[in-house]
């Protein structure tokens, strides 16, 4: 079995955890270990690679500075937590960076950022631009304009989504584990780390617990999520021990890992985003010819359609489902929800009588579709 090295890949994105960086009891940053870890990265762009920091802790700085109390925070206080805390943590980042000669860029990301295609152009060009720069995007959510329902509220999926857009060949996750485990290690002592995981599969989802404590929110579901988009997108993906200093030489030393490989072909960048929307705004039914139709690779045509659910607008990514419901594909819809249901089950050309305009023949162009099912 090889393992890839780190030193194969050219945009590696990083993400750090809040309880790596921020001391727990004093609420303040471990500039050590930033330095070790930076020392890591430095040595990997003066290499040529480019480099992506996802950085949580923010709130986690913020709550202290505002002596706000332990515990859970009430929404207001942890949007005000990360208001004063993404300050102090650019700072640092910018300031480590910067003893080795490298700019850091702020880049604060909504959910909407990554979900809307628009968007996400804008803040992929951003990426790309300071990349091109030579400067450090040092990433993190939005967390003082996110709500509860409007948010990501881990940074391993936004570093997944990240990664995605980035294009990035390589997703490295510190955290307080150093793998994923056949069980939690905490509650089985027998729990042994995988190496290497070559497909995210269900049994693999299966085994990632939903544990995430109140200071680090991401547990091992969401890094298995993360996994599932990173992969999809074509990069790899690396779990490894923030706890140690100077992770990045520690896992190139051969120190615990688990190492996630992508699928063959990295796709477009186009149907990477399709395939990773994380809330589909509504869901298309269609019977079971045109589902086989779609897996050899057809268009969604209104005659295959036999059920619309959820309001969607033209251009809104939607969920494709075969007639028991089971997830066949994702994709970019052509008709808004009203139109798409006057067309179900009608043939392409009678389109336009019942639209009263010349509309697109698929509902769902095969270009604009991916395969998402088993
Ligand atoms: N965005 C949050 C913060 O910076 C952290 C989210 C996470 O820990 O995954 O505080």
């Known amino acids: 079995m090889t393992v890839p090295s780190l030193d194969s890949f050219n945009r590696i994105v990083v993400k750090i ?32 690679a480019e480099i992506v920091v996802v950085s949580s802790g923010s709130i986690a700085l913020g709550r202290t500075m505002l002596k706000l109390p332990r515990g859970a925070l009430r929404l207001e206080d ?15 980042w910018s300031e480590a960076l910067g003893a ?27 990426v790309a631009r300071l990349l091109a720069l030579k400067a450090v995007p040092v990433v993190n959510e939005n967390d003082t304009v996110a709500t509860q329902e409007i948010r990501y509220g881990d940074n391993d999926r936004l570093a997944a989504r990240v990664a995605s857009m980035a294009s990035a060949d390589c997703l490295v996750l510190l955290s307080d584990i150093d ?11 027998a729990a042994t780390l995988i190496p290497l995981v070559e497909r995210v599969t269900p ?15 991401g547990g091992m579901r969401t890094k298995i999520e993360a996994a599932r988009i990173a992969t999809g997108a074509g990069a790899h993906m690396l779990i490894a021990s923030g706890k140690v200093m100077s ?42 010819g045109a589902a086989s139709a779609l897996n050899r690779g057809r268009s969604l045509l209104p005659a295959g359609v036999v059920r619309v659910e959820g309001h969607f607008s033209r251009g809104d990514a939607v969920v494709v489902r075969a007639p028991d419901g089971v997830e066949v594909a994702r994709g970019l819809v052509s008709y808004d929800s009203a139109d798409a249901v006057r067309l179900l089950g009608q043939p392409s050309a009678a389109i336009e009588g019942i639209l009263g305009f010349k509309g697109r023949p698929a509902i769902i162009h095969r270009d604009d579709l991916v395969l998402t099912g088993a």
Do not use: M
């Open 179 to 189: 793998g994923l485990y056949t069980a939690p290690p905490a509650l089985d002592p």
């Open 247 to 288: 992770p990045l030489s520690v896992v190139e030393g051969g120190g615990r890992c688990t190492w996630f490989l992508p699928h063959d072909s990295p796709g477009q960048a186009r149907k990477r985003w399709i395939a990773g929307v994380l809330s589909p705004r509504g869901a298309i039914f269609v019977d079971s």
């Open 100 to 126: 080795h000669g490298l700019s850091a860029g702020q880049i604060l990301l909504t959910l909407g950022d990554t979900e809307e295609r628009r968007r996400y152009l804008n803040a992929r060009a951003t």
């Open 17 to 48: 955890g809040s309880a790596l960086l921020v001391d727990q009891t004093a609420g303040r940053l471990k500039s050590a270990w930033l330095t070790s870890l930076v020392d890591d990265l430095a040595r990997h762009a003066a290499r040529g």
């Open 203 to 217: 049994a693999i989802e299966a085994i990632a617990g939903g544990a995430a404590s109140e200071f680090s929110r």
């Open 78 to 92: 942890s949007q005000a937590a990360a208001a004063v805390g993404q300050i102090a943590l650019a700072r640092a």
